[in-house]
C-alpha cells in the first residue's frame, strides 16, 4: 500500500520560495503519476501540477506557471514542488497524490493515493 508523507511547508513573505517533498513508502513511486493539489479555507481543492509516470512530462495551471517546477526522484521515492515568487494567494494546504497511471490530470477524484497535507502560508 502506497503511503505519501509531505514535508517542506511553512510560513514565507511575498516574493519568496519554498520546496515541498513528496516522500513514498510501500510502493515504487515511479509507478504512479503524481499530483499536487491545494486548497485553501472556503474553496475546493485544485490542481497545481502534475507530472506523469514514464516520461516526466510536467503540467502546470496557468496561475502557477513560470513559478512553479514539479519534479521526480526516483531513487529517492520523492517528488518535489518547487514554489518560487510566492504570492498571498498561493496560501494553502498543498496535498500531494499518485495515480497508478502513465497520464497525470488535474481531477482529485482519479487519484487513489493522498498525503496529509503541508500548510503554506504566504503573508508579510
Known amino acids: 500500500q502506497l503511503q505519501l508523507v509531505e514535508t517542506g511547508g511553512g510560513l514565507v513573505q511575498p516574493g519568496g520560495s519554498l520546496r515541498l517533498s513528496c516522500a513514498a513508502s510501500?510502493?515504487?513511486?515511479?509507478?504512479?503519476?503524481i499530483g499536487w493539489f491545494r486548497q485553501a479555507p472556503g474553496k475546493e481543492r485544485e490542481g497545481v501540477s502534475c507530472?506523469?509516470?514514464?516520461?516526466?512530462?510536467?503540467s502546470y495551471i496557468d496561475s502557477v506557471k513560470g513559478r512553479f517546477t514539479i519534479s521526480r526522484d526516483n531513487a529517492k521515492n520523492t517528488v518535489y514542488l518547487q514554489m518560487n515568487s510566492l504570492k498571498p494567494e498561493d496560501t494553502a494546504i498543498y496535498y500531494c497524490?499518485?495515480?497508478?497511471?502513465?497520464?497525470?490530470?488535474?481531477?482529485?477524484?482519479?487519484?487513489?493515493?493522498w498525503g496529509q497535507g503541508t500548510q503554506v502560508t504566504v503573508s508579510s
Open positions: 497524490a499518485a495515480r497508478p497511471y502513465v497520464a497525470c490530470v488535474f481531477a482529485p477524484r482519479v487519484y487513489d493515493y
Open positions: 507530472i506523469t509516470r514514464s516520461s516526466g512530462t510536467t
Open positions: 510501500g510502493s515504487t513511486l515511479a509507478y504512479y503519476a
